[in-house]
T-cell receptor, first 114, second 115 residues
Framework: AQSVTQLGSHVSVSEGALVLLRCNYS??????LFWYVQYPNQGLQLLLK??????LVKGINGFEAEFKKSETSFHLTKPSAHMSDAAEYFCAVKKNTGFQKLVFGTGTRLLVSP | GAGVSQSPSNKVTEKGKDVELRCDPISGHTALYWYRQSLGQGLEFLIYFQGNSAPDKSGLPSDRFSAERTGGSVSTLTIQRTQQEDSAVYLCASSGRQGRSDEAFFGQGTRLTVV
């Protein structure tokens, strides 16, 4: 069965600093990988996804993530944090065979200070 | 509509009463999910519908919880004899129009408060 581990329930950065949110997955077959963002009192919104092809994936709002099969990781990064990036971030995995359910990590709350 | 629609957006109910939460997925999407998000917690998977296959009910926390999906479209999550610990935001998502790699699209959620 697939699973996702997000290290750190909270990550704090200063405005302008590098953002790094960690995600490691477990999957018996090559996975599809996703990052979602949830702003306060809103639903989840897709940031980016990896399916096949290029392992470095660029998403909205300047975020990107790199699929590293050897490390079973899909960490989310952004070179320079903005105050508006403060939100909850969820990593998710799905098998790429047949129709499979999406499995989420427990989330990481990003706090951005001035 | 263009997105996933959930109703009601807020629901306050008395302990012991039954509640029904509704989800209208994006037209043509074959997969539908229900998740629960308690205050300060992550996403708890509840149930997954995919086409005409038997639903994956492995996340339902007790037999007070049930869900159905009529005609492969609208879904209703029912909670019987509500308890205070059922208070949470219930999120619905759908996916599947463009293939297996499709991401899930989420509704805004129903905030359930049991008093």
């Amino acid at each position: 069965a697939q699973s996702v581990t997000q290290l750190g329930s909270h990550v704090s950065v200063s405005e302008g600093a590098l953002v790094l949110l960690r995600c490691n997955y477990s999957s018996s077959v090559p996975p599809y990988l996703f990052w979602y963002v949830q702003y306060p009192n809103q639903g989840l919104q897709l940031l980016l996804k990896y399916t096949t092809g290029a392992t470095l994936v660029k998403g909205i709002n300047g975020f990107e993530a790199e699929f590293k099969k050897s490390e079973t990781s899909f960490h989310l990064t952004k070179p320079s944090a903005h105050m508006s990036d403060a939100a909850e971030y969820f990593c998710a995995v799905k098998k790429n065979t047949g129709f499979q359910k999406l499995v989420f990590g427990t989330g990481t709350r990003l706090l951005v200070s001035p | 509509g263009a997105g996933v629609s959930q109703s009601p957006s807020n629901k306050v109910t008395e302990k012991g009463k039954d509640v029904e939460l509704r989800c209208d997925p994006i037209s043509g999407h074959t997969a539908l999910y229900w998740y629960r998000q308690s205050l300060g917690q992550g996403l708890e998977f509840l149930i997954y519908f995919q086409g005409n296959s038997a639903p994956d009910k492995s996340g339902l926390p007790s037999d007070r919880f049930s869900a159905e999906r009529t005609g492969g479209s609208v879904s209703t999550l029912t909670i019987q004899r509500t308890q205070q610990e059922d208070s949470a935001v219930y999120l619905c998502a759908s996916s599947g129009r463009q293939g297996r790699s499709d991401e899930a699209f989420f509704g805004q959620g129903t905030r359930l408060t049991v008093v």
